[in-house]
């Protein structure tokens, strides 16, 4: 370590080496300073973001102590480490987590008190770091959280987006996207300038031999951009709730910002007056990590995303191999001391960059370097879908980096070599399997190269693990064996899904369980199974969810001017808009339900439960029918909402901007949610988890994780419903080729919105149209007798206050299988083969 105070100083080092605050006396003293010296703000002129300012600043030098011997250990005691390499990180807020992971939460709320805030307003200063775009980022944020819980030796790799997924907002019952400017006070992450890659784009390749008759490639030309680290401390684990547990494993996400590499302007050009072209290549550099592509699964093949891919591959890559090198190991050695997750096929260039780097760069023989790189690397699939699969055309590729076309063509031409070889009658498998597709342009499928490069493939759930077995990747199980297949069922990060969402639900359970434990092993709730007839619990544990209900209530009417009555069922669909998760059959199955209140008496209207249908998410800009489905529901709200006739009996809501810190609002509110998609689409859903996880009971169909979670939780306890996966296909195909009748209620409701009772008809008449006309792909008619009905159960059950709140408990107590830190623990076995990191006291370090 070169930069190292020399062993006699170390003394003095020490004596001044910050110790952080424990008591609200002392955070005050540290956030006062930081308002004053830190951000120049006085007793005179210090209004809410600059107290959030403060408090930050106090909680990041906190965090940075940790983080320093963190890396200082990971340094000094070189294991294998884990690289996680994710396009998105959706964290959302920081400020929560880190009081709350410090375990000076109550110091700070008393000390910003004393100083004249309240800590609510403090914490809702704070931008979400909105990364992501849904499930997947926010994996990626839970799986931060528990490589460091667990203290792995692990580093998150991803962009510095200057604009994060867009804030929604409706207007008129319509999407209209907004900028998400998140940057401009950003506590949590430090520039590195120090610490830059060059990535070089276009140019062309070199072949020449050298004097001893040896072959070399190089990759020259074309221009080059700079990537800048980025450093974000990321998840200091919860140990200081289970006090005397470890020290603090504080792990690094880096992200990397584009840059200009001939520095910020062209002076010949500025010298001569050409001012806008001076700063041209600046400008354009730093459009490589402007915008996070706001597609959830959905790829749209841009030149500017392969260019963010290939930006944050290298970049990554350069630093992970310089990093590596430091050892002086051998190359042999890189699969023993490093792992690199690809999250989705996002980051599958990094496959042929680090077959570029060992045999271009580093002078190795291709198999060599193949075997290295193949046993480097995993790869994660999200989706079956097909529009969700990323394929890349060949002229782009070949533009863009000529130098890993070649490299891919002589991955496939071997992996195809290699087919031929095992499998000769079968010819037809060669076009089927080969990484190019024939098509016109031809296109690179990336998941096959991500398959090929990577030792292990697993899925996300049970379910979705054994479909892309049987569908899109059967002949790889053919090609390869099952064993480079597995599944991890994804999980959630407890800590921030219950212990700081539902900080009284998290008291309650700890009141029982005699401590927080249960956070770092969530396991440990099943004990709660033995409180399930203890009334006190009972009691404590409703008013807990009604409490909850009356925040969510609160910023209804804040937010939509809605008066919604807490005692009413809440149903709740947050998650992107997308027609596979069949929002749209939920907006139906309301209106049906509209529909029957007003055919009732008053007299009859009396006996039925009161629900608040509420909805949020974003649909991708350029996907009208999502679009469509979110102007329904706001149509729909507004009828119903200003209905005499209906009173409290439906309230139908959409929250705008959905993201992750209304999601720690929402989920800790809900009594039953909607996990909706045609069986078979959905790989595995993780808010299903959440809401369970906070005592809210679903209604699902057969699909992703929530088949697992009804074999955890009980059937009894899961409100199912629809066809099978196994069925999909056959019902599409009777819909292509026979005539098809729409279920009798649904008629009724696609009648009233034709008759204009939500105003024009013609806005939704694509909707429509693609259930009565096109086929009904996602199958909304032939699941929509089954919904209604399985919601009838959910009216009659929910009238049962005491058997509801027995489901409740039980489910809570049953979900300590989908901890993040399960997933986590089952990769670093399975898939990575690292262990903890052994953490040493200051001294030895
Ligand atoms: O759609 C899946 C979702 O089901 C899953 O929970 C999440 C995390 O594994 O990934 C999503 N996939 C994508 O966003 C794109 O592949």
New binding site residues.
């Given amino acids: 370590v070169e930069a190292s105070i020399p062993e006699p100083q170390r003394d003095a080092w020490r004596k001044f080496t910050p110790k952080g605050f424990t008591t609200s006396e002392e955070f005050e003293k540290e956030a006062v300073r930081h308002i004053e010296t830190t951000l120049a703000r006085s007793l005179y002129n210090c209004d809410e973001v600059a107290a959030y300012g403060g408090t930050a600043l106090a909680f990041r030098d906190r965090l940075i102590l940790d983080w320093n011997k963190t890396q200082q250990t990971q340094t000094f005691t070189d294991q294998k480490r884990v690289y996680y390499l994710s396009l998105e990180f959706l964290m959302g807020r920081a400020l929560d987590n880190a009081m709350l992971n410090v375990g000076q939460k109550d110091s700070a709320t008393k000390g910003l008190g004393d100083l004249g805030f309240r800590m609510e307003d403090i914490i809702s200063q704070e931008h979400d770091a909105a990364l992501g ?7 990626a944020a839970c799986f931060l959280d528990s490589m460091a819980s667990l203290n792995y030796p692990a580093w998150g790799y991803g962009l510095r987006y200057r604009y994060g997924i867009f804030k929604q907002e409706i207007i008129d019952g319509y999407q209209v996207e907004v900028p998400d400017y998140w940057l401009d006070f950003n506590p949590w992450e430090f520039a590195r300038h120090d610490i830059t890659v060059d990535v070089q784009f276009y140019g062309h390749v070199n072949r020449w031999q050298d004097d001893e008759g040896k072959q070399h490639t190089s990759w020259e030309g074309g221009e080059t951009v700079l990537a800048v680290a980025f450093d974000v401390p990321a998840s200091i684990e919860a140990d200081r709730l289970v006090p005397g547990y470890q020290t603090p494993t504080c792990n690094n996400l880096r992200l990397w910002g584009s840059k200009a590499a001939s520095g910020e302007f062209d002076f010949q050009k500025f010298n001569s007056g050409e001012y806008e072209a001076s700063v041209a290549d600046q400008q354009r550099a730093e459009t490589i990590s402007a915008v996070l592509y706001p597609n ?2 959905l790829e749209r093949g841009k030149e500017l995303r392969l260019k963010q891919q290939y930006f944050w591959c290298a970049a990554s890559l350069y630093d992970i191999v310089r990093r590596f090198k430091k050892t002086k190991r051998s190359w042999k050695e890189f699969p023993n001391q490093v792992a690199i997750q690809l999250n ?1 096929t996002h980051p599958t260039l990094a496959i042929p960059e680090l077959q570029r780097i060992l045999v271009d760069l580093e002078g190795l023989e291709w198999d060599e370097a193949w075997d290295i790189v193949s046993k480097a690397f995993g790869y ?4 079956v ?1 097909p529009e ?1 699969l990323e394929k890349w055309s060949v002229p782009l590729l070949q533009h863009l980096l000529p130098r890993h076309l070649q490299i891919i063509y002589d991955i496939n031409l071997n992996f195809l070599q290699f087919v031929e070889r095992n499998f000769p009658k079968d010819r037809d498998m060669l076009g089927r399997v080969s990484i190019i597709e024939e098509s016109n342009p031809k296109m690179v499928r990336m998941a096959y190269l991500a398959l090929i490069g990577s030792h292990k493939v697993n899925g ?2 049970e379910l ?1 693990s054994d479909l892309i077995k049987t569908t899109i990747f059967k002949d790889f199980v053919k090609i390869y064996g099952p064993d480079k297949f597995t599944n991890v069922t ?1 999980g959630i990060t407890p800590r921030r899904w219950l212990h700081q969402a539902n900080p009284r639900l998290s008291a309650l359970i700890a009141s029982k369980l005699g401590g927080h434990e249960f956070l770092k092993d969530l396991t440990l709730l099943s004990k709660l199974e033995s409180f399930v007839d203890d009334k006190e619990f009972r009691k404590e544990f409703r008013e807990i969810k009604y409490a909850n209900k009356v925040r969510l209530a609160k910023h209804i009417k804040e937010h939509n001017g809605v008066t919604v009555n807490p005692a009413a069922l809440f149903d709740v669909q947050v998650k992107r808009i997308h027609e596979y998760k069949r929002q749209q059959l939920n907006i139906f199955g309301v209106i049906h339900r509209y529909l029957q209140i007003k055919s009732l008496s008053a007299e009859d209207r009396k006996k039925l439960a009161p629900r608040v249908s509420i909805f949020g998410g974003k649909a991708a800009p350029g996907y009208w029918m999502a679009k469509t489905v979110i102007h329904l529901i706001n149509k729909v709200g507004d009828v119903v909402n200003n209905d005499p006739d209906v009173g409290d009996l439906l309230k139908v809501i959409f929250l705008e901007d959905y993201n992750v810190s209304k999601a720690e609002i929402i989920t800790p509110a809900s009594d039953i949610s909607e996990h909706i998609s045609t069986a078979g689409t ?5 808010s299903n988890m959440k809401f369970c996880l906070n005592g809210g009971l679903i209604i699902g169909t057969c699909d ?2 929530n088949i697992e979670i009804t074999r955890e939780i009980g059937e009894e306890n899961i409100f199912l419903f629809g066809n099978l996966a196994e069925d999909v296909e056959d019902l599409r195909h009777a819909h292509l080729y026979n005539h098809y009748e729409l279920e009798p209620k649904l008629a009724k409701v696609f009648d009233e919105i034709h008759k204009g009772r939500f105003g024009d008809a013609g806005a939704f008449s694509a909707l429509l149209n693609g259930i009565v006309e096109h086929g009904d792909y996602y199958l909304v008619s032939d699941d929509f007798a089954s919904y209604v009905q399985t919601q009838e159960l959910i009216d009659e059950a929910y009238k049962d206050t005491e058997s509801w709140t027995t489901k409740a408990i039980l489910t809570v107590a049953r979900m300590g299988f989908f901890s993040s830190d399960r997933c986590i623990d089952e990769y670093a076995e399975s898939i990575w083969n690292i262990e903890p990191l052994v953490q040493k006291k200051d001294d030895e370090a």
Avoid: I, K
Avoid at 133 to 139: F, Q, S, T, V
Avoid at 380 to 383: D, G, L, Q
């Fill in positions: 775009n849904g499930g997947l980022g926010r994996l959830d699964n989705d994660t699939n999200h989706t879908l969700a996300v759930a979705h994804n959905e790989a595995s859903g993780t992703g994780a």
